[in-house]
T-cell receptor
Framework: AQRVTQPEKLLSVFKGAPVELKCNYS??????LFWYVQYSRQRLQLLLR??SRESIKGFTADLNKGETSFHLKKPFAQEEDSAMYYC??????????FGKGTLLTVNP | GAVVSQHPSWVICKSGTSVKIECRSL??????MFWYRQFPKQSLMLMAT?????????EQGVEKDKFLINHASLTLSTLTVTSAHPEDSSFYIC???????????????FGPGTRLTVL
């Protein structure tokens, strides 16, 4: 069975500090991993995906198949990064399995 | 582009009544839409996959007679919560997969959600 684990429910950092949101997955096939973000009172939106290896809003995430991880990182957090972050695993038929989410708070 | 709307954004109903929630893709066609349920401060749980022109496929543990899904056109899917009870109170979110798809899961676009409260 596929599973996504985000061990931290809450993460609080100060502005300018590095931030890392952890995500581990369990999947027997070749995984597609994503990070979604939900800002306050807004809908869920895609932040980045592992296949594109891009950096969005300063965030990056590297798929580590050996550790089955897809941690989200940003070297210098900004206040506007405060949001709920969900790691998601894509499988057949375009289904997504979400982790429980991490609420990131960036303090001034 | 790629906007998904949901209607209503919130609804309060009495126990035993049925409630219909609409999910529309506003500027694209979608043969596949997904319905999720989100409990307070919890993750999104996939309930079912809605396919235009065919029956929806439900995830394990989701009662198909309780949560009726109709994908009537390439831009509209509806979720009807039948005989609603207080435990059905939740945030229901849909997503839509564009018809012209680059075969990647990440091209799902999410609606803003509908908050259902059953008294």
């Amino acid at each position: 069975a596929q599973r996504v684990t985000q061990p931290e429910k809450l993460l609080s950092v100060f502005k300018g500090a590095p931030v890392e949101l952890k995500c581990n997955y369990s999947y027997s096939g070749s995984p597609e991993l994503f990070w979604y973000v939900q800002y306050s009172r807004q809908r869920l939106q895609l932040l980045l995906r592992h296949i594109s290896r891009e950096s969005i809003k300063g965030f990056t995430a590297d798929l580590n198949k050996g550790e089955t991880s897809f941690h989200l990182k940003k070297p210098f957090a900004q206040e506007e990064d405060s949001a709920m972050y969900y790691c998601a695993l894509g499988s057949s038929n375009y289904k997504l399995t979400f982790g429980k989410g991490t609420l990131l708070t960036v303090n001034p | 582009g790629a906007v998904v709307s949901q209607h209503p954004s919130w609804v309060i109903c009495k126990s035993g009544t049925s409630v219909k929630i609409e999910c529309r893709s506003l500027d694209f066609q979608a043969t596949t839409m997904f319905w999720y349920r989100q409990f307070p401060k919890q993750s999104l749980m996939l309930m079912a996959t809605s396919n235009e022109g065919s029956k929806a496929t439900y995830e394990q543990g989701v009662e198909k007679d309780k949560f009726l899904i109709n994908h009537a056109s390439l831009t509209l899917s509806t979720l009807t919560v039948t005989s609603a009870h207080p435990e059905d109170s939740s945030f229901y979110i849909c997503s839509a997969l564009p018809l012209r798809l680059a075969a990647h899961t990440d091209t799902q676009y999410f609606g803003p959600g509908t908050r259902l409260t059953v008294l």
